[in-house]
């Protein structure tokens, strides 16, 4: 058993409730090798913002449990030696079982999702209690889900979404104990969320999908006030990478993500955590694959990974600043 205290690692108690309290939310990046890693420290580092690195479980099969232990260690080191002890969460993304966040939790995460927003109501309650019970012994937080998000990524897949119900937050949180809320409100996993006969154009020709339902995230906020919620799925889709994709012999479909202004007003409220996966993948891809079609003689993978982390982390430092707004509280 490890415990995350050792790693120098952080739980999300303190941060989500600075969070709501300053109107802000913490970005929850995913990250899947050194690089990524890298990208979103220098980022945070730089913009002074507390951070949640955020592991999937394809992920965790991807990079191998020790080496995530090992690399969170040196992480917290290593924005150590960049000049600022920006708080750092180890979180585990869609936990999908008891034994899966057991697993993380003894492994030096310092937070875990539990996903059974797939599950009957009941059977979600006591799946949530079950590792809310274990978690909360290691001082570890727990978040949980309630609605479904559409989308397909590798390991988290819906067809359609259900938006969450306020009427069942308060009676789920009470008798589940969990640190924060995942709900449903119009955001969907992947970078095919809108697609552009879904939008309409406004005054500057820019295609604008339908706005979040923020009705239901006031009403949550009501019935659970100053409760952290987290949005999932809140990838923004920037155009210039999937057009630099497609430049440079990628085949993406045309696609429109969340509106960075309505992330801004979502983050001003109780939401305290935003999820984001998919831009990162599109900023990483874009640039490596301009550098492939430019550079076809380059066969070092640091001339391609190199731009890529900081194309990387030139996106995770706008997201702080201009949309999260997490920009200068890591010190709080
Ligand atoms: O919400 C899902 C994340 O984007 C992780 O995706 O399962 O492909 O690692 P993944
Ligand atoms: P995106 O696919 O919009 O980046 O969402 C990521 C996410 O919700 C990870 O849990
Ligand atoms: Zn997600």
């Known amino acids: 058993m490890t415990s995350y205290k050792e790693l120098g690692l952080v739980n999300t108690r303190e941060m989500f409730a600075k ?17 990524q890693m890298q990208a979103i420290v220098q ?21 191998n449990i020790n080496l995530l232990r090992n690399m969170a260690r040196g992480v917290v ?5 960049l000049g600022c002890d920006i708080p750092i969460v180890l979180h585990l993304d869609h936990g999908d079982s008891f034994e899966t966040c057991k697993d993380c939790i003894d492994n030096g995460f310092s937070s875990v999702m539990i996903d059974g927003s797939s599950l009957p109501y009941e059977e979600n309650v006591a799946l949530t209690k079950k590792v809310v019970e274990y978690a909360h012994q290691f001082d570890v937080t ?56 879904q939008c309409t154009r406004n005054a500057d020709g820019v295609l604008v999908p339908p706005e979040l339902r923020f009705d239901i995230l006031a009403e949550v906020e009501k019935r659970l006030p100053g409760f952290p919620i987290v949005l999932h799925g809140s990838s923004s889709v920037p155009q210039e990478y999937v057009k630099m994709i497609n430049e440079y012999g990628g085949k993406l479909k045309d696609s429109v993500g969340i509106p960075e202004e309505q992330l801004r007003k979502a983050a001003k409220s109780a939401v305290c955590k935003i999820n984001i996966d998919s831009d990162g993948r599109l900023a990483m891809t874009g640039t490596i694959r ?16 190199g731009p890529a982390r900081e194309a990387l982390k030139k996106m995770y430092m706008h997201k702080n600043i201009d949309v999260l707004g997490s920009a200068g509280h890591a010190l709080d």
């Not at 119900?165 to 809108?194: C, M, N, Q, R």
């Open 19 to 35: 969070a709501v309290k300053g109107g802000y939310a913490i970005g929850a990046f995913n990250f899947n090798n050194m690089e």
């Open 290 to 305: 301009k550098i492939f079609a430019e550079k076809p003689s380059e066969f070092d993978p640091r001339k391609y990974l």
């Open 43 to 63: 980022a945070c580092v730089e913009t002074k913002s507390p951070v949640i690195l955020q592991v999937s479980r394809g992920a965790r099969d991807y990079a």
């Open 142 to 197: 727990v978040e949980g889900e309630l609605g479904v998000l559409a989308g397909i990524e590798d390991e988290v897949s819906a067809a359609v979404s259900h938006y969450t119900k306020p009427e069942e937050v308060e009676d789920f949180v009470s008798k589940t104990g969990v640190d924060s809320l995942a709900i449903s409100v119009g955001t969907s996993h992947g970078a095919y969320k809108f697609t552009p006969e």
């Open 77 to 81: 080191e290593y924005a150590h030696e």
